[in-house]
């Protein structure tokens, strides 16, 4: 089992930054990929940016390539999102979440893991 508590999130203005943590606890956090989903209201959760396990490789959506960086530490057991130059269409509810694979998983169903998720506000 494992437990992803999220932080970092709040209000900020269009055009700001905000670095989103996820602290996981259990299993091995070094085995597992690790990935960032949002929810704006009204609409599906969708991913944002996920890592392999060891920090091989990346992924983004499109909308947030050259503005996100996810990143992670092994050794603090904890994954980040940096996101600049946000937008109001960033807002969201962020989630974190966990994969028991070795590979890079895009969608929902291969997370096996969830945090409760950090509320993001962008004003224009």
């Known amino acids: 089992q494992v437990q992803l508590v999220e932080s970092g999130g709040g209000l900020v203005q269009a055009g700001g930054s905000l670095r989103l943590s996820c602290a996981a606890s259990?299993?091995?956090?070094?085995?597992?990929?690790m990935g960032w989903f949002r929810q704006a209201p009204g609409k599906e959760r969708e991913f944002v940016a996920g890592?392999?396990?060891?920090?091989?490789?990346?992924s983004y959506v499109d909308s947030v390539k050259g503005r996100f960086t996810i990143s992670r530490d092994n050794a603090k057991n904890t994954v980040s999102l940096q996101m600049n130059s946000l937008e109001p269409e960033d807002t969201a509810v962020y989630y974190c979440?966990?994969?028991?694979?070795?590979?890079?998983?895009?969608?929902?169903?291969?997370?096996?893991?969830w945090g409760q998720g950090t509320q993001v506000i962008v004003s224009s």
């Open positions: 979440a966990a994969a028991n694979t070795y590979g890079l998983p895009l969608r929902i169903s291969e997370y096996d893991y």
């Open positions: 259990g299993r091995a956090f070094r085995y597992l990929a």
């Open positions: 890592i392999r396990w060891n920090d091989s490789g990346t």
